[in-house]
Every structure is written in structure tokens, then in C-alpha cells.
């Protein structure tokens, strides 16, 4: 019996655009163009007669606009979104809140839309195919419940609390590498609202474009009690500092000295991401060895499983995020079932278990010491 075809409504207020997405989808197999609609209250009429399972949604629209769309849809009838959005500013901002509202991914116009690129449709399907199969109603829940115990833990005295019993020499040498793709970005609004400091310096990758990631990196600061910056080349790795990729480029990582300094870098995508999880993380593995913490998170592919192999290989622990918090078990999947977690976690224990394994690593490298004086 041959399988469904996902089938897709497509809005955006520019003919061109509409046109664009809706060839991509007429032209590609598992998939069929439910409508197109150029506006707000023509989605949702159509959303009702058609019932598609997944949304391509503008941002900026005259009239009733993408948020205001987004929501009225989930409000019907929870169904995947994939929201579509310029590579400006006030979009990529946008777009962080129509995903803290509930879509579930994005992609970004560029002048490869307009030129028909390949990149461009093969990403924009792999992503309706994605969303195409999760759960919307799930996912919604989640992000309620975690946004209900992030407002309680705020309610409690003395927060922003620092970690029990630790200071910044407890995590000397050691470094946090961090890897995340779909469901990304809430889910690191909740986990750096949550963590507290002393911890090591750390090291993000979430796959953006390179217009989103100094935004989303100043959102993230916003609402964290760590320093929470876009990388740049020079960038010394210092404790409670927390560097996030650009978009579009690799982030590596030299020692030099007694310091390890960021390079960012162009190049080939790696596991079809740049920047890529995998680059980061042997690049931590490498320079860090048993002191470095891998975190595999939320996100569709396998960027990060070799990588995290690396740092276990290296003498480094992985946490990964479990299944039952995550928007999309995928890149966290695929780590574990090859063998490269050591854990897996909650997204609310992340907070916890984090500092607490740093702390283990710190304990191991002094150990080593204590072990090399003695000889």
C-alpha cells in the first residue's frame, strides 16, 4: 500500500515566493500542494476546507500577519508549521517568537529563492518531511510545562541561585560542547534560564542562518545568568562564557598558550550543516581530551553523533537529551544508538546534571595530577 503524500499549504504574500514553494512541492515525490494563499485570513479559511499536514507561513504579511496566523492555527487545530522568513533582523526576530509560540522550524529567503537553488528546495522539504511526522499537540505541552516550572523556579527566593558548592576554579581546563538543531531554540531558552553559573566556558552550535544567530544569541543573554555572545574569531574561551556559532561558518577551536581561542572559518558543509556539530565538537575533544562534556540535543539528522564519538574516544563524557523532551529525536537518536551518550536526560535535568558532570571531570584531571606528581 503505498504511503500518503504529505500534503502542504502554502502562504506567503509575494506571488514569486508562492509560486517558488509551490513548484518544490508539485515537483517532489511524497509530498502534494494542498493551496496556496497570499494572506493571513485566506490561510485560515483554506487551513479549514483543506486540513493540510504542514504549514509553510510568511512572516511579514499585510494585513494579519505571520504570528497572528501561526497562532490561530494552533489554536484549530495543532499542525506542523514551517515558518519562512527574510534574512533581516527584525525577521530572524520574528521568527525566534513564532517558534517560542510553536512552529516548528524555519527557512530562510535568500537570493538562492529567487534563483530556484537546489539547497534551498532540498532544505525545505527535508524540513516538511520532518515536521510532517511529529506531534504538535506533544510538543505544545512540553514547551507549556517547561515555560510553568521556569516562571516557579523564578518565584523561588534568592534567584538567580549560583551552583551549590562550586567555584570557577572547579572547572578549570574543562569545556562544555554543546550541539542542537530543530526544537533548538526554545529549548535553550529554558536550559539557560536554568543554569547558573560558575560553569566552564561553552561552546554552541544550533543550525541558523547567519543573519539569526547574533539575535538569538542576545536572546538567549537576555534571559540568562551566564555572558551569552556569537562567536568571533579571537574569542577566548573563559568561564560562564557561552559562544554560539554563526551561522554559515564553522567554529573551531586552537589552543594557544594557556588559552584556547575560537576560529570561525568557511568551508564545506560537514554531515550537511555548517556550521556543524561534528567540526566543533573534535576540535573540544581534541584540545579539551577527558575534560570536555558533550551535550547532543533536539534536532533532526546525525551532525553531532560523530562528534560526540570523539569526545568519548578523547575520555569525555556525552549527556544527551532524552526522547520524551525533545521537539525532534533525531540528532540525539542517532548518537545514542550508536553508542556515543553515556546518559540521557530530560531537558529540565540538563540544568542539573551539566555542572554536575563538569564537576566530575574537574575531580578527574586533579586525580590524573595528584597520580603524575606521585610518579
Request: hydrophobic share 45%; net charge neutral.
Amino acid at each position: 500500500m503505498a504511503e500518503k503524500n504529505i500534503r502542504v499549504l502554502v502562504v506567503d504574500d509575494s506571488a514569486v515566493i508562492r509560486e517558488m514553494l509551490a513548484d518544490s512541492i508539485t515537483e517532489a515525490n511524497g509530498v502534494e500542494l494542498a493551496a496556496t494563499a497570499s494572506g493571513g485570513r485566506e490561510a485560515l479559511a483554506l487551513f479549514e476546507q483543506h486540513h493540510p499536514d504542514v504549514v509553510t507561513l510568511d512572516i511579514q504579511m499585510p494585513g494579519m500577519n505571520g504570528l497572528e496566523t501561526l497562532e490561530e492555527i494552533l489554536k484549530r487545530a495543532p499542525t506542523p508549521v514551517v515558518m519562512v522568513s527574510a534574512l533581516a533582523q527584525r525577521a530572524a526576530d520574528i521568527t525566534l517568537q513564532a517558534l517560542d509560540l510553536g512552529a516548528l522550524d524555519y527557512v530562510a529567503k535568500s537570493d538562492n529563492v529567487h534563483a530556484g537553488g537546489d539547497d534551498w528546495r532540498e532544505v525545505l522539504l527535508r524540513k516538511i518531511r520532518t515536521v510532517a511526522c511529529t506531534d504538535v499537540r506533544r510538543v505544545l505541552q512540553i514547551r507549556a510545562d517547561r515555560k510553568k516550572q521556569t516562571a516557579a523556579r523564578c518565584e523561588q527566593p534568592g534567584f538567580p541561585a549560583a551552583a551549590a558548592g562550586s567555584s570557577i576554579g572547579d572547572f578549570e581546563g574543562t569545556c562544555i560542547a554543546l550541539g542542537i538543531s530543530t526544537g533548538g531554540p526554545p529549548a535553550l531558552n529554558s536550559l539557560f534560564g536554568s543554569l547558573r553559573p560558575p560553569l566552564p566556558p561553552m561552546v554552541v552550535v544550533q543550525h541558523m542562518p547567519g543573519a539569526f544567530t547574533a539575535p538569538f544569541a542576545a536572546r538567549l543573554d537576555s534571559v540568562s545568568a551566564l555572558s551569552i555572545k556569537q562567536a568571533e574569531t579571537g574569542d577566548v574561551l573563559q568561564p560562564n562564557l557561552v559562544l554560539v556559532a554563526p551561522g554559515g561558518l564553522h567554529l573551531h577551536l586552537k589552543r594557544q598558550g594557556s588559552q584556547v581561542v575560537v576560529k570561525i572559518r568557511e568551508g564545506e558543509p560537514v554531515s550537511s550543516h555548517k556550521p556543524s556539530v561534528d567540526v566543533m565538537m573534535r576540535d573540544a575533544a581534541e584540545v579539551f581530551g577527558s575534560h570536555c562534556l558533550g551535550v547532543i540535543m533536539t534536532g533532526m539528522g546525525h551532525d553531532g553523533a560523530a562528534g560526540c564519538g570523539a569526545i568519548r574516544a578523547a575520555g569525555g563524557y556525552v549527556l544527551g537529551q532524552d526522547q520524551a523532551s525533545s521537539d525532534v529525536y533525531g540528532m540525539n537518536k542517532v548518537a545514542f544508538v550508536e553508542g556515543n551518550v553515556d546518559g540521557q536526560f530530560s531537558l529540565d535535568e540538563l540544568a542539573v546534571a551539566i555542572p554536575r558532570q563538569c564537576r566530575r571531570r574537574f575531580r578527574l584531571k586533579q586525580k590524573k595530577a595528584r597520580q603524575t606528581i606521585r610518579l
